[in-house]
């Protein structure tokens, strides 16, 4: 494996404006994700998961085998900060960048937030508790200023937690798609159902064939 290192300089007077993000391999859904489109709020319920969201996803060949690799150690291994290898409530955690990381959970039946219930909470308290203690650990940072949260949608559908330090502008941590890791604990201990029956605000780009079958069904 050739690692290369990629050079970009700005103008002085420009650095402060620019940030880069290099992705490679990069797939036709990486160069769809970045290119600039009219994006739309979609508000879905719990029906509109079962009857709208969850056929589509089923429908396409979402492949979540670079994640799998990394759970067996396959790929990216020098890149695991830390793991609980206990098959269900171990994740392991993934380091994307300094004061970035995801901890991915070693259970394969849990696709995203919609799958969650009071079944899970062990698993999600051990990821808060032992992700908070690793990350202190290997960068010093206490747990109040760090931020755990979810995705809805998610980029892949294998259920993954996010850790970014507060000072970290960390990409998808806008409101209308992150969901707090304690919030969602909270509400699962209200309500075991709860994101099985609640209605969930997401953007969805203008290409996004998801949004078709929502324009389809009259909930645009």
């Given amino acids: 494996k050739i690692a290369k290192i990629y050079l970009v300089l700005f103008p002085m007077h420009l650095n402060h404006i620019f940030n880069s993000f290099l992705v490679c391999p990069a797939t036709e859904k990486h160069v769809k994700k970045y ?27 979402f492949s979540v085998q670079w994640v799998h690799n990394i759970l067996e150690k396959k790929a990216e291994a020098d890149r695991i900060v830390f793991e609980d290898p206990d098959p269900d409530t171990g994740f392991v955690l993934f380091q994307l960048q300094d004061l970035y990381l995801i901890a991915i959970v070693h259970r394969r039946d849990v696709k995203s937030l919609r799958d969650l219930t009071s079944e899970h909470l062990p698993l999600l308290t051990n990821i808060r508790s032992k992700g908070e203690d690793a990350i202190q650990r290997q960068y010093g940072i206490p747990p109040r200023k760090l931020c755990m949260y979810l995705h809805y949608q998610p980029s892949y559908y294998h259920l993954h937690v996010h850790f970014t330090s507060l000072e970290f502008d960390a990409p998808g941590c806008r409101v209308e798609r992150a969901h707090l ?25 203008a290409d996004d064939g998801l949004l078709l079958r929502f324009k389809e069904a009259g909930k645009l």
Wanted: glycine share 2%; aromatic share 12%; charged share 20%.
């Fill in 35 to 61: 290119l600039h489109q009219e994006v739309f709020l979609v508000e879905e319920s719990g029906e509109d998961y079962r009857n709208l969201t969850l056929p589509y996803i089923s429908s396409q060949s």
């Fill in 181 to 205: 890791l304690s919030d969602v604990i909270q509400n699962l201990q209200a309500d075991s159902s709860y994101y099985r029956n609640c209605s969930l605000a997401f953007p969805l780009r």
